[in-house]
């Protein structure tokens, strides 16, 4: 249980650090500060659906590696 609290923690952090420095980086452009909050939000979008994204490739690596063991075993 502590862990998924650390893990949940950690990727907050890094979905809050990828939106701020898309943020700094674009203020620097000189855009208008409604585009630079767009561009924040589909940062953010996007660093959020990386995390589930590498979670499902893990399973399923490890069903590939998990399902050759069995096989041999039998």
């Known amino acids: 249980m502590k862990s ?8 907050l952090v890094v979905a ?3 939106a701020l420095l898309s943020f700094l980086d674009v203020t620097a452009l000189g ?3 409604l585009e630079t909050l767009f561009l924040v939000f589909v940062a953010v979008i ?3 659906q990386i995390v589930p ?3 499902l ?3 399923m690596l490890m ?4 399902g050759t063991q ?3 075993e039998l």
């Open 46 to 48: 996007i660093a959020i």
């Open 63 to 66: 069903g590939i590696f998990s």
């Open 57 to 59: 490739f893990g399973a």
């Open 70 to 72: 069995k096989r041999s």
């Open 16 to 18: 809050s650090g990828t």
């Open 4 to 11: 998924t609290v650390a893990n949940a923690l950690i990727l």
């Open 53 to 55: 994204a590498i979670m």
């Open 31 to 33: 855009l208008a500060p």
